[in-house]
């Protein structure tokens, strides 16, 4: 007999608050017979519904196991795993054997990647995630089924975007110093830019325009503000 | 009962040869009692078998049904299409209904693009391709199921891209003039660009090399031959 078929969708939400870029995991609630005892976590995630387009299933998602609406917020395919043995590990067989009607199935799973910043949100788990978690992406346990490999990606995605696109708009304050984008671009890239050659780029940028305004409250030398054009806004 | 699912791939094939930029498509073989007699094109595609990773199948999917073998060739997974009526038209249900054991399940499709030199393949129509041809771009006709969306996407995805990455590497030639990287450029981009800034810009890119070579055969004004960098392939 042909094996059985299913497609879900999971969602990698980058987080970014005072210089630290985190990822949205919930805390799998594990059944009572599983093997292991210690935490277990992923990146939130469920089967698409029978009617359902992908986008709106990620949506949906989003806001079932973290009560996060992403109303007019970044979520954006990215990509689509479908490895034959994605959800074939121990601890995820027991898993599915619990919450799944069809614990057998082959999977594939399409991939988004949201940003925001994370004072706007606050997500609380429900369904079947027993907690959330904003993750520092240095810090990103073993998770379960292919999580990691969907993670790596995402990052590499956010690594490729920020060279040519404001992705900032999403995770900076309306209005930002350059030593904020430039430390937003360090983050994400995970390399230490030298200060003059990143202004120097970023002068030519575009997108983004230097205010007559300076920082409020900082009293040695306040920087100047800068906001980006929203005519360039993704 | 539960909605049958499975997945497919489609892969949509960039060739370019003299100036041109086309797609490769398939003549689908339709049944008998078929509603309509007039030709029907669609985008290289099948159902991902059960044991089949999604690369795999993209690339097994060209050979089964246009002979053409990618072998190191770019080919590149870009967007997965779900929208639940994707494959419900009424021609789409004949040929189905024909040729797929559950014309009735959910198929989502995994796409693929890829980019070649037009000369260096020779497709071969087979399985339930009757005919293969190269289209020009612009004269895409009405494809089967949502293949018009996955195409539409797979060139604007090319058009972004060719903005920031050398994608001529599998195109051109391997020694070009830049009147051949610009008319690909504006091929790509449907609009016309300006000589001289698009020559600023070229000078700017650190993947493209000036020879000391010039053309050959040409009497007039024979222009200087170029290469990409090869360590900027992708």
């Not at 949205?24 to 599983?34: A, D, F, G």
């Not at 708009?169 to 209005?175: A, G, N, R, S, T």
Request: proline share 5%; with cysteine.
């Amino acid at each position: 007999m042909a094996v059985q078929k299913d497609f879900s969708v999971d969602c990698v939400v980058f987080g970014y608050h005072e210089d630290e870029l985190k990822v949205l995991l919930i805390e799998q609630r594990m059944p009572e017979t599983s093997a292991g005892k210690e935490k277990r976590y992923a990146l939130p995630g469920d089967l698409v519904q029978d009617n359902e387009d992908l986008d709106d299933s990620a949506s949906r998602v989003l806001k079932e196991l973290t009560s996060v609406e992403l109303e007019n917020a970044y979520l954006k395919q990215f990509y689509t795993f479908g490895n034959p043995k994605r959800v074939k590990g121990l601890r995820d067989q027991q898993w599915l054997r619990s919450f799944r009607q069809d614990p057998d199935a082959r999977v594939i799973t399409v991939a988004y990647y949201s940003l925001v910043k994370m004072e706007d949100y606050n997500p609380v788990a429900a369904s079947f995630a027993s907690e959330t978690v904003w993750m520092n992406v240095d810090e990103v346990p073993a998770l379960a089924f292919d999580h990691n490999t969907i993670f790596d990606k995402a990052l590499a995605t956010l690594r490729e975007k920020i060279k040519y696109y404001p992705i900032g708009f999403h995770l900076l304050p309306k209005k930002f110093t350059l030593s904020q984008l430039q430390h937003l671009n360090e983050v994400i890239s995970g390399e230490e830019l030298d200060k003059r050659n990143f202004r120097r780029k970023v002068q030519k940028l575009p997108y983004i325009i230097p205010l007559e305004e300076k920082q409020k409250g900082v009293f040695h030398k306040p920087a100047r503000l800068h906001v980006y054009d929203e005519r360039f806004k993704e």
